[in-house]
């Protein structure tokens, strides 16, 4: 069975720095990977999604992840943060089976300091 | 196009009691995840309906469980509510595969007093 690990539970930056929140993951073939984020209150946003090809993907908002097979991680990097930016960050991996389900991440908060 | 849309957004019930929630998938959308998230173990897999079938189920006890209509609506029941119940809980619609991104509704919060 597939599994994630998001290693930074919290993380804070300065608005205006680098971001780079990690995930690795656990699956016996070529997974499918997603990055969501969540604001409070609401529901998770896709942000990016790898299934094959280009291992660096391009996602809204300025996200960029990049699939590292040999690492088997997917982190998520943002060149410029922005304070609207802070929200809780989930890193998922999906099997290429059409019935299998999506596993989750325990997530990453980020906060930003002006 | 709509969102997917979840009712009700807020829910208090007591120890004991039952509860229905329910979902209305994104228009075209044959996939309904449902998903349970608290903030000592995150998001937790319920189950998955798919073309009124359930084709995924998690970890959880039978108090759980779940029902797709032909128009891809989905409802879930929790029975005998326990304090633990306590959680947002959000569904999610996809076209009908696992590489297919899921979309997610803004949760339903259930709080047991």
């Known amino acids: 069975a597939q599994s994630v690990t998001q290693p930074d539970i919290h993380i804070t930056v300065s608005e205006g720095a680098s971001l780079e929140l990690r995930c690795n993951y656990s699956?016996?073939?070529?997974?499918?990977l997603f990055w969501y984020v969540q604001s409070p209150g609401q529901g998770l946003q896709l942000l990016l999604k790898?299934?094959?090809?280009?291992?660096l993907v391009q996602g809204i908002k300025g996200f960029e992840a990049e699939f590292k097979r040999s690492q088997s991680s997917f982190n998520l990097r943002k060149p410029s943060v922005h304070w609207s930016d802070a929200a809780e960050y989930f890193c998922a991996v999906g099997g290429q089976g059409g019935s299998e389900k999506l596993v989750f991440g325990k997530g990453t908060k980020l906060t930003v300091n002006p | 196009k709509a969102g997917v849309t979840q009712t009700p957004r807020y829910l208090i019930k007591t120890r004991g009691q039952q509860v229905t929630l329910s979902c209305s998938p994104i228009s075209g959308h044959r996939s309904v995840s449902w998903y349970q998230q608290t903030p000592g173990q995150g998001l937790q897999f319920l189950f998955e309906y798919f073309s009124e079938t359930q084709r995924n189920k998690g970890n959880f006890p039978g108090r759980f469980s779940g029902r797709q209509f032909s128009n891809s609506r989905s409802e879930m029941n929790v029975s005998t509510l326990e304090l633990g119940d306590s959680a947002l809980y959000l569904c999610?619609?996809?076209?009908?595969?696992?590489?297919?991104?899921?979309?997610f509704g803004d949760g339903t919060r259930l709080s047991i007093l």
């Open positions: 790898y299934f094959s090809g280009d291992t």
């Open positions: 999610a619609s996809s076209l009908g595969y696992s590489n297919q991104p899921q979309h």
């Open positions: 699956y016996g073939a070529t997974p499918y």
